[in-house]
């Protein structure tokens, strides 16, 4: 399935597909999303696929600060990593499909930047409060390499975050052990080393794509 270009909207598909059909509240969403990509400064899709700038935010109002719990039960803030590229992404520990598949894209986003590894800062903010404890999430994280954070909070202070950042996520009661799944929108994050949204990625951009926008970020002044 080729991957999302400016000219088409984000996708519930490949890596990011959620099995089921998608609600209302999330599918809100991707009109805004739509619409940052739409908005990139460049005139044309490149014969070879989307590249980078395809990927760009722009100056669309998106992101901000966050204070949440850590998989060690400390205060984690996002200004704690200025300096850094910071890469989020939001999920849940009991998602089936696309979470693990991102989680393991940051992991090899980390390894593929080599001697700038350690000033990219992996971020995964749980969307499923009620499960994700700070312990589970460090069971969690710790299945996979890229010293990636594990964020989770109240559901008042998680909606914050997911607010700020256009995230949609809504449960679903499932007939299983689990009781419930979470559809949620499956966009990754990129910010330079000022905080600031740069980059948006959908599931099947590829680790390459992402590597090439964290790289340009820290040349950046």
Known sequence: MSPVSRRSAPRWSGPGRCRTALPAAVAAVFAV?????????????????PQLADYEVGNYELGGEFSLTNQDG?????????GKVVVVFFGYTFCPDVCPTTMVEMSR???????QSAQVQPVFITVDPARDTPARL??????????IVGLTGSERE???VARLYKTRFAKRTVDSAAKYL????????ML???GRVRYM??????????VQGAKALLRKP
């Open 74 to 82: 400390k205060i984690a803030a996002l200004k704690e990593w200025r």
């Open 33 to 49: 999303l739509a619409a940052i990509l739409l908005a990139a400064p460049h005139g044309s899709v490149h014969a070879a696929g």
């Open 109 to 115: 986003l980390v390894e593929k930047m080599g001697a």
């Open 182 to 189: 979470i559809d949620h929108t499956a966009f990754t994050y």
């Open 192 to 194: 330079d080393p000022q």
């Open 158 to 160: 998680l909606n914050q």
């Open 138 to 147: 460090k069971s969690y994280v710790g299945n996979f390499r890229g010293h």
């Open 201 to 210: 990625f959908p599931g099947d951009a590829g680790t390459d794509v992402m």
